[in-house]
């Protein structure tokens, strides 16, 4: 069968290329799964930030409907997967009109944490558009409905898939699938992938060498709940391939957390040390993870920053978000960081629920003493997969039906006016702490929410003036 796998991305303009190109990064989660198609018979391709863009002749705008228009006109799809992030399901849902438009015949399935919470919603309020959404991981499901699509078989073998029944009920067979066996996956290589769109070359990249985490943060939607670790061997090739061969200038582990298991990271940087080229490495830990055991290869193997997330610089909120860090704990790791010579960036969260301007200016000092060269400040959002919209839907501040309307990019409890003032302290934050762009695939909040520069300048100066008065 002949697939498309799409990772649908914000329409983009940068002012040079090279801007935009900075900001687009191979999906390494849907590369993973077309190899994993393409081993079982099957001709898969790839659509996503990067490879719109170079299939769109490498320019400063990019949008997704470009190159998928091209692509429908050249091809006839079997089958079409679309990943769908809860800030982009706008985007995932036109680009799955766009399908059924041009290639009625193509089946059209969801995947991502944002379907696998709100499946029901989904198929109810997408009959007609959306086939089938795989729950949890698809990496076994999905070559599973290929194999039963072709031989007609009954849809009720494939564990994790919802779909609408004969009888117009809608269905799933089992919970979403979180025990997918990464031992049987054969490394991750780009040169499908690029010998598709035509490109040699990738100056930045991205990969994981785990999946999910252990801990408890109730606004995190990360879906496994617990840490599977990539085999030690496959995340080692998959570095050199992108290191030696495709010579990237820059790899990110956009783990959840590097150095879940000290060993399992330690050996595979002890490793990447040796290689004959280095790349510009950048990790996302925590700060009860940070031993020296991994840290030490990471630094030989030519890692240059380490992202960690405090959230917020008030010890009583960051318990409320189940986050248990004490104060002293996150000033030993940045001393222990920055005396190892890491730069650092740090995640903070703006407008968790009950936060007063007291505990943002908490945040914003212990900010001013960690002076980390980067920091991403997100605002609030309740994500289908986090413990808080379950709380949120019974205790009837939210509704599944909220996640309807697809032009509201960030959901939670807030008013506009009150969201547009929380992307103003964020901006804040990140304007505050920006010396050095370690990760430049962020998307700030006010970008998010469609500010223009003078409602942007605004909000951030009221932030200003607010955080001024309370410091006073
Ligand atoms: S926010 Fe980070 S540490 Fe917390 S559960 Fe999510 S991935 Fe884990």
Not at 345 to 370: A, D, F, N
Not at 393 to 402: G, H, T, V
């Amino acid at each position: 069968m002949k697939i498309l796998l799409i990772q649908p991305d914000y329409p983009r303009r940068e002012s040079t290329p090279r801007e935009l190109e900075n900001r687009l990064l191979p999906s390494y989660s849907l590369i993973l799964l077309a190899q994993i198609l393409k081993q079982t018979g099957h001709e898969a391709m790839v659509l996503d930030g990067f490879s719109n863009w170079v299939l769109t002749g490498k320019g400063s705008e990019n949008d997704l409907s470009l190159g998928l228009g091209r692509l429908l006109h050249q091809e006839k799809f079997d089958l079409v997967g679309i990943s769908v992030y809860s800030p982009l399901r706008k985007e995932a849902l036109n680009l799955a009109r766009m399908v059924k438009e041009q290639c009625p015949g193509a089946k059209i399935v969801l995947g991502g944490p944002h379907p696998t919470r709100l499946w029901q919603n989904m198929l109810k309020a997408n009959t007609g558009l959306v086939d089938f959404i795989l729950l949890g991981g698809a990496d076994e499901s999905l070559p599973a409905l290929l194999e039963t699509v072709a031989r007609r078989g009954s849809l009720q073998e494939i564990p994790g898939l919802a779909w609408v029944n004969d009888q117009g009920e809608i269905t799933a067979n089992s919970r979403p699938v979180i025990n997918v066996n990464l031992s049987k996956q054969s490394p991750v290589r780009l040169d499908h992938y690029l010998s598709a769109i035509g490109e040699k070359e990738l100056h930045r990249a991205y990969l994981v060498t785990t999946r999910g985490c252990r801990f408890p943060c109730n606004f995190c939607s990360q879906l496994w709940k617990k840490a599977v670790f990539h085999p030690k061997e496959r995340a080692i090739l998959e570095a050199r391939h992108f290191i030696e061969e495709l010579e990237v200038s820059e790899l990110v582990f956009y783990d959840d957390c590097l150095g879940l298991d000290p060993r399992h990271s330690a050996d595979i940087f002890s490793a990447m040390a040796g290689f004959k080229r280095k790349a510009r490495l950048v990790g996302i830990s925590h700060i009860q993870l940070l031993n020296p055991l991994w840290l030490d290869p990471f630094k030989a193997a030519g890692g240059e920053a380490i992202f960690l997330g405090i959230e917020s610089g008030n010890l009583k909120l960051r318990r409320k978000m189940n986050k248990h860090l004490e104060d002293k704990e996150i000033c030993s790791a940045v001393e222990r960081l920055r005396r190892m010579g890491f730069k650092l960036g740090i995640y903070t969260m703006v407008g968790y629920p009950s936060e007063e301007i007291e505990q943002l200016s908490s945040t914003y000092r212990l900010l001013l003493k960690i002076a980390p060269e980067q920091v991403i400040a997100t605002v609030y959002d309740i994500k289908p997969g986090d413990m808080m919209i379950e709380w949120g839907i019974k205790s009837l501040m939210l509704s599944e039906n909220d996640y309807q309307n697809p032009d509201r990019r960030i959901v939670n409890y807030m008013s506009e006016a009150e969201l547009e003032e929380a992307a103003g302290m964020a901006d804040f934050f990140e304007s505050s702490f920006n010396s050095r762009k370690l990760l430049k695939d962020h998307d700030p909040a006010w970008w998010l929410l469609g500010m223009d520069p003078a409602r942007r300048e605004q909000a951030r100066e009221k932030a200003e003036r607010a955080l001024a008065k309370c410091q006073n």
